[in-house]
């Protein structure tokens, strides 16, 4: 059987712009043929609509002269970068991944601004006394009444990620009744309850989700998801809340303006 590592030489032709001139191809210029596919399939992609279907493993393999595995490497690849999707027993084009700014803005106002409907689905609110660990990140008391709300995030019914928020219940004692879960957190603690963030601390990682986590946000447990930890505080510098936030891999990214 073929080895879809087996080398080809030259480079992809119509090389999509802004990739790197030799992208993917080693100094001894062979490259793998799994790679060679993948290219090909690459420009194919550009030329579909999203939620169009691609070709069959078996058409791509007999049109690009290489075995079905060879083919599933070069899929498994798109898969993970989020330039196809799975949908029923085929593979079709994923849309452009989601831009969501590093800023105080809310995921709400990101999703909202590139022209998605964002939304959140509840799976628990509940509360318990602050752990040793969380007390010593935030500054919260020890043992003092702490909300968890965990809501799978979407966008156009799309889940996305999973969010994971922790807030002293004392500063929102009724957020089980008040709060709509499928809203903005940052809206509710702007509008009903008069606090506005001050400053946040984040710290962005790489990690593959839990068993439990991929079953909600509907991964596979392989897929590689951007975790980002959140500590916001309002004007003051008391604490608000910290969040816990897995974003998908193949379809989010993270931007950020930088200047002097």
């Not at 030329?47 to 060879?70: K, N």
């Not at 999973?162 to 929102?172: C, I, K």
């Not at 990682?205 to 392989?222: D, F, K, N, Y």
Request: negative net charge; hydrophobic residues 35%; glycine residues 8%.
């Amino acid at each position: 059987m073929e080895n879809p590592n087996d080398s080809l030489t030259g480079y992809p032709e119509n090389q999509a712009p802004g990739a790197p001139i030799r992208s993917g191809i080693p100094d001894h210029g062979r490259i793998p043929k799994y790679y060679a596919v993948k290219a090909q399939v690459a420009l194919l992609i550009d030329e579909l609509a999203e939620g169009e279907a691609l070709p069959t493993e078996r058409d791509l393999a007999l049109r690009h002269g290489v075995a079905r595995e060879t083919v599933r490497q070069a899929l498994r690849e798109l898969l993970l970068e989020g330039r196809l999707r799975r949908q029923g027993r085929g593979t079709v084009v994923a849309g452009a991944k989601l831009e969501q700014p590093l800023s105080l803005a809310s995921y709400t106002e990101g999703v909202r601004r590139q022209g998605r409907t964002p939304g959140r689905h509840l799976i628990t609110l509940e509360r318990f006394p602050c752990p040793p660990a969380l007390a010593a990140e935030t500054g919260l008391r020890r043992g003092e009444p702490v909300w968890h709300m965990e809501r799978v995030l979407l966008a156009d019914d799309e889940r996305m990620g999973l969010e994971s928020t922790y807030a002293a219940v004392s500063r929102m004692p009724d957020l089980d009744t008040e709060f709509e879960p499928d809203s903005s957190f940052y809206a509710y603690l702007r509008d009903r309850l008069g606090l506005a963030l001050g400053d946040v601390d984040e710290r962005i990682e790489t990690v593959l989700a839990t068993p439990r986590e991929a079953l909600l946000i509907g991964t596979p447990p392989a897929l590689p998801m951007l975790l980002i930890h959140r500590v916001s505080r309002d004007a003051e510098g008391v604490p608000l809340e910290r969040v816990r936030t897995l974003y998908r891999g193949d379809r989010f990214s993270f931007t950020t303006h930088l200047a002097r």
